[in-house]
Structure formats: structure tokens, C-alpha cells
């Protein structure tokens, strides 16, 4: 099943914004319309009209996070009726707490929901620094652990200061570079640096 992962906002409802997300790396996430949370332009562009999906959302017991799950389920609640999306809803209930405890909590839940042969999109956008590791730290664990599982896809949306541009981000090839550093450390490689470049067919230009 797909399976698409974010975290609720701590920031006031007030305080939240919306605007349209310009896709920075990936057409596919091109969504003309003003949102609040970047999870809607990966839904949209990476499930077919009439698809049964699964959303996690870790949840922080906040006022902020509560309110603003309860406004980002409506948002998908109107997507799903757009494309005709069966959702089922999962949290990750957490306390408002920054802990080692409560962070590998989110992990052990997390983990626990990723199956078999899933697809899986996630934004990372949102909640502190230490969550955005752990959702990737599990996105890691399910891809390397379970059996046939896919990363369809990592977002991290980001609003610029000084104009106002909003852009998001596919950043899905950070989980295999990742991968890729891995074994390279592990067979000793001496500079890693030109290999990567290799494997990701990267120019001069892009250096």
C-alpha cells in the first residue's frame, strides 16, 4: 500500500501560511493551489484517481499540532474527494517532549506501520530537527528491513524570507545516497566524493 508520512506543525494555526508550493527538482509535485502542508502536492502527484492510501501523521499532544492536524485532514479530506482517494487516517501520538524516550517512540510506531511491499512518500517539512532524522532514520529501516518496500518519494518544503517564494523539495535521493556512503565506508573507499558523483551522473556543472 502507499503510505504517506508527516509530521503536524507545532507553529499557531494563525501563524501557519499558505501559498503554492513552486516544485524546485520534481514537476511532479507541481500542485497550483494554495496549501499549508507540502504532504498534499505528494499525495497529489503520486496517487491515481480512485487509490486506497494510508497517512501517518505523528501527532505531538500540543494545542498547536492538534489544531493543525484537524485542518491538514481536512485539506487531504478535499483532495481525496477531487480524486476520488480512499484515506485511512494513522497517528503517531506523542508527548510534547524532545526526549530520547518520545523520539524512539516515534520510531517503534513507525516502523510497526511500515509492511511488506509498501510505497512510501514522506515530508519532513515540519515538527523539530530530531523528528525530521527519525522519520528518516525509519524510512531507512523499512526501505533496508522489510521485504519489496519502495521510497516513492522524500519531500521538505521551505518558505524564503526575504520574497516569500515557497518551494518544495524532492529529496528522495538523499535516503540512497545515503545507502551508497554505507558501502563505501565499508569497502574503504579513499575518496567518495568522485565515486558518488559517478554513480549519480553528475557533471562539473553540478558540482
Known amino acids: 500500500m502507499k503510505k504517506f508520512i508527516c509530521v503536524s506543525p507545532f507553529q499557531p494555526a494563525g501563524k501557519l501560511g499558505s501559498g503554492i508550493y513552486f516544485p524546485a527538482n520534481s514537476d511532479r509535485l507541481r500542485y497550483d493551489k494554495e496549501i499549508s502542508f507540502p504532504i498534499i ?22 494545542e498547536n499540532t492538534l489544531a493543525n492536524y484537524k485542518t491538514m485532514k481536512k485539506a487531504v479530506d478535499e483532495l481525496a474527494k477531487e480524486k476520488d482517494l480512499k484515506i485511512n487516517y494513522k497517528e503517531i501520538k506523542v508527548a510534547y517532549d524532545s526526549n530520547l524516550e518520545v523520539q ?20 519532513i517539512t515540519f515538527g523539530t530537527k530530531v523528528m525530521n532524522q527519525i522519520l528518516t532514520m525509519s524510512v531507512n529501516y523499512g526501505y533496508r528491513v522489510r521485504k519489496d518496500v519502495m521510497v516513492g518519494c522524500m519531500v521538505y518544503g521551505e518558505k524564503e524570507h526575504n520574497t516569500g517564494l515557497m518551494k518544495i523539495y524532492d529529496i528522495t535521493s538523499l535516503i540512497f545516497l545515503d545507502e551508497i556512503v554505507r558501502l563505501m565506508a565499508e569497502k574503504g573507499v579513499g575518496d567518495p566524493t568522485d565515486a558518488i558523483k559517478m554513480l549519480m551522473d553528475w557533471g562539473d556543472e553540478d558540482a
Open 104 to 123: 524512539l517512540g516515534i520510531f517503534t510506531q513507525l516502523i510497526d506501520m511500515i509492511s511488506d511491499n509498501d510505497k512510501i512518500y514522506c515530508d
Open 41 to 62: 502536492p505528494v499525495i497529489n502527484g503520486y496517487t491515481d484517481n480512485g487509490e486506497e492510501i494510508t497517512v501517518i501523521t505523528v501527532v505531538t499532544e500540543y
